[in-house]
């Protein structure tokens, strides 16, 4: 990591979110208090997490990377023994309601599916009912629909007014569950704040595509890209420019053939941020 | 530190519960000296060995080589285990003190040694007439006791230097079973060259194994305290818990 900062809100669910490599879970661990630091300052809860204090543990949760679960106990077992470590622990079945695990709390952890192996990891993080949760990269490997699935735990998670700190390097995840974001690339915050105004799409830059029919040509007021496909226009005004548009075509009598309007996605704006897009 | 205690207990509770869930690795854990044991008679057993027999050689020596392998190796292995697969980098994230899950997982391997002792004894004297050493018990409990916790403080430290988990079996066995067989567990050292036998007395094996011997020898006198062993062994004990303090590690060395 080379130098950054930011804070996190009680009650609100914060994205770290960057490619493979940028330095999410190095941060999450000094957070976590798996690493030490090199410089700097660091307060979680009132904490310094390189102390390792007990009381510092009882109040967060961790979903960590990759983490093993002794597999010859069931999962009632399981989240009942973690519990046992906090001194406030949430009630255990709640917690396997939580995580979506009532029909399989007396199976085996061996037996699980890793989708819901990944579930237990949360249930295990939630046993304390910590105020502050960090998951790492929590929804890595999981088909479309168990994501939307951990998705909606994460947000009932949320809703209970717990303090989530998220990694991920899906940018439709932090887009769904993140108040507020913060991109890493290259050791560095490069962007931060809510989804929405990440990158261009604060600015409100919107791109409008489409293609002439053969013969046609766009005047050069419109100042216009031509691309391989036809062209292409950054405007600010979407109204505006649509309106001088479409009444030039109407008045040429021309087709704007598969006439797109498009906002900068996240992932346009991350691409760019991080560094790794082709454009 | 009391609370530690019930927590350490807990650990205890549940290890067992997840021990017994496994039966194959539970059935050979205590088949494992049990095979030895009627093969080495069938094998020696017509050999003599001065006042006593083969049984009587056998009967306290695997005594030991299952204490030794419910202590020193299962810890190694299992803890190697754990570590890479996070479960010691889960635990650590937790309020659980550190020592009250090592404790968990060395009482629950001392509570099998001790069954695995039982069964043995009373396999011995059943099958084979060698009587238990009642009026010596303080000394035999003893001389378990600080066997046990040698080996499991020498197997935590052993974790020090396995990279892997899948390296575990190699590495524990390589450092075992080269001693036990220079030790008077499986083979009978008063027919080996006189330095093989001052190799083997650097080591713990071999002292607990004498300790033991003389223990179940009826020609021994008095109650049976072998302090000259039992300091030996005990100082390896120490020496591990000073390794396994320094090179223990928490975190995954693979990932």
């Known amino acids: ?279 | 530190m009391s609370g530690g205690i019930g927590l350490a207990l807990r650990q205890v509770h549940y290890e067992n519960r997840a021990f017994w869930r496994n039966p194959a690795a539970a059935f050979f854990t205590f088949v494992f000296p049990l095979m030895f044991m009627v093969i080495f008679n069938v094998l020696f057993g017509g050999l003599g060995r001065g006042s006593s027999s083969a049984s009587q050689f056998y009967t306290p020596t695997l005594i030991v080589f299952s204490v030794i392998t419910a202590t020193f190796t299962n810890i190694a292995m299992s803890v190697t285990m754990a570590r890479d697969e996070g479960v010691l980098k889960r635990v650590r994230g937790t309020p659980l003190p550190a020592w009250a899950f090592l404790a968990g997982r060395v009482l629950h391997a001392i509570l099998i040694a001790a069954l695995l002792v039982m069964i043995i004894s009373a396999f011995g004297a059943i099958l084979y007439q060698v009587r238990f050493p009642w009026e010596r018990l303080p000394a035999v409990v003893a001389t378990l006791a600080v066997g046990a916790a040698t080996f499991s403080s020498l197997g935590l430290a052993l974790t020090g230097v396995i990279p892997n988990g899948d390296a575990a079996p190699a590495v524990v066995n390589a450092t075992i079973l080269p001693l036990e067989f220079i030790s008077n567990i499986f083979i009978d050292m008063r027919q080996a060259p006189g330095w093989l036998n001052s190799v083997s007395e650097i080591f713990p094996v071999r002292h607990f194994a004498d300790a033991m011997l003389a223990l179940w020898n009826p020609t021994t006198a008095g109650s049976g305290f072998a302090p000259g062993d039992l300091l030996v062994i005990a100082g390896w004990g120490v020496a591990g818990l000073l390794l396994a303090l320094r090179f223990f590690s928490w975190e995954p060395r693979i990932s």
């Open chain 1, 1 to 279: 990591m080379r130098g950054i900062d930011f804070s996190v809100r009680a009650g609100e669910v914060f994205a770290l979110l960057g490619p493979n490599g940028a330095g999410k879970t190095t941060t999450v661990e000094i957070l976590e208090g798996y690493r030490r630091r090199d410089a700097g300052l660091v307060n979680v809860l009132g904490h310094d997490p390189a102390r390792h204090e007990r009381d510092f543990r009882e109040r967060i949760g961790l979903v960590l990377q990759s983490t093993g679960i002794q597999h010859y106990l069931t999962v009632r077992e399981t989240v009942s023994l973690y519990a046992g470590y906090y001194p406030r622990p949430r009630d255990v079945d709640e917690v396997i309601e939580l995580a979506d695990l009532t029909e399989s709390r007396d199976r085996r952890v061996g037996q699980l599916s890793g989708g819901q192996r990944r579930r237990v990891d949360l249930a295990v993080a939630l046993a304390g009912d910590p105020e502050l949760l960090f998951l790492d990269e929590p929804t890595t490997g999981f088909d479309p629909s168990a994501r939307r699935q951990a998705w909606e735990i994460v947000q009932g998670l949320a809703r209970l007014g717990k303090t989530i700190l998220l990694t991920t390097h899906f940018m439709d995840e932090a887009q769904v569950l993140a108040d507020r974001v913060a991109v890493i690339a290259g050791g560095k915050i490069v962007a931060e704040g809510p989804p929405d105004t990440i990158g261009q799409r604060g600015r409100g830059v919107t791109t409008v595509r489409f293609s002439l029919p053969d013969g046609s040509e766009l005047p050069a007021r419109f100042g216009a890209r031509t691309t391989e496909a036809g062209y292409e226009l950054d405007i600010h005004s979407a109204t505006r420019a649509l309106h001088e548009l479409t009444s030039w075509a109407l008045s040429a009598d021309v087709e704007l053939l598969g006439l797109e309007v498009l906002r900068p996605s996240l992932e346009d704006a991350y691409l760019e941020l991080t560094g790794s897009g082709e454009r």
